[in-house]
């Protein structure tokens, strides 16, 4: 049979572990609204073929990009390089009448239970038109 002391030493034990599953439950919320908002960033600058600021939303290690079928580009030199010179044609900022509108939509972001890596995917209907 248990003691009192037991009994609190396990209820200690079970409010901690309670405490840490939550702490880690709403970090992870948190974590997928951060990379839900920084989504919106890229959606705001590529909009605006912002193409420099677009890819400082890019990690230093492991950058990567594919849009379409174009292929993968890999690297932030390489990411600007696609998204200067093979979307924007060689430019950066929008051209005279030139629109370019995303609606980003099915925004799926899984985030791993050690919050060290996370993974999301969306979907994009695109209204482009104007410009040169």
């Known amino acids: 049979m248990e003691t009192r002391d037991d009994l609190l030493k396990r209820l200690a034990t079970l409010e901690h572990k309670f405490d840490v599953l939550l702490e880690n439950r709403v970090g992870i919320l948190e974590d997928i609204e951060q990379i839900n908002r920084l989504q919106h960033m ?7 073929c912002l193409w420099e600021p677009m890819v400082d939303l ?4 492991g950058a990567a990009i594919e849009i379409g079928r ?11 390089k696609f998204l200067r010179d093979v979307n924007g044609g060689g430019v950066s900022g929008l051209r005279r009448q ?6 980003q939509s099915q925004g799926v972001v899984t985030v791993t239970a050690d919050r060290m890596r996370a993974q999301g995917r969306w979907r994009g ?8």
Request: net charge neutral; charged share 15%.
């Open 98 to 103: 030139q629109v370019i509108n995303h609606a």
């Open 58 to 61: 890019f990690a230093d290690q």
């Open 42 to 48: 890229y959606g705001y600058y590529i909009d605006l």
């Open 125 to 132: 209907i695109v209204q482009a038109g104007g410009g040169p």
């Open 70 to 80: 174009r292929g993968r580009y890999v690297g932030k030199d390489n990411v600007l």
